[in-house]
């Protein structure tokens, strides 16, 4: 079974930096996208950004413009482990960070797409 678990959220002042982490477990795929999903306060979950892997060594990454510049995404397969660092962090980037998975996924379409798999996400307040 997938299992995807989050990690390094917390509470940090404007300006600041948070390193989330995401370890996968209970799958093994060649091809696959990865990313990183946010919901605020009563908004709607959105994309932040994405890495997909297409074999050794390879990967895609995407972002929304809303983090871009900001928020280095990265994979190491070979430890299925992708982290965000989360830079010159803003009041609007509060909100539960959630990793998902899904080796259906293509990048071209990894911002839009419906993830299969989820993780419990981890709280970032930026304050």
């Known amino acids: 079974q997938v299992q995807l678990v989050e990690s390094g959220g917390g509470l940090v002042q404007p300006g600041g930096s948070l390193r989330l982490s995401c370890a996968a477990s209970?799958?093994?795929?060649?091809?696959?996208?990865m990313g990183w999903f946010r919901q605020g306060p009563g908004e709607e979950r959105e994309a932040v950004a994405f890495s997909c892997t297409e074999g050794p060594r390879r990967y895609y990454y995407g972002y929304a413009e809303s983090v871009k510049g900001r928020f280095p995404i990265s994979q190491d397969a070979t430890k299925n482990l992708l982290h965000l660092q989360m830079n010159a962090l803003k009041a609007d980037d509060t909100a539960m960070y959630y990793c998902?998975?899904?080796?259906?996924?293509?990048?071209?379409?990894?911002?839009?797409?419906?993830?299969?798999?989820w993780g419990q996400g981890t709280q970032v307040t930026v304050s």
């Open positions: 209970g799958y093994s795929y060649s091809s696959y996208c």
């Open positions: 998902a998975t899904d080796p259906r996924v293509q990048r071209n379409q990894a911002l839009s797409s419906e993830y299969q798999y």
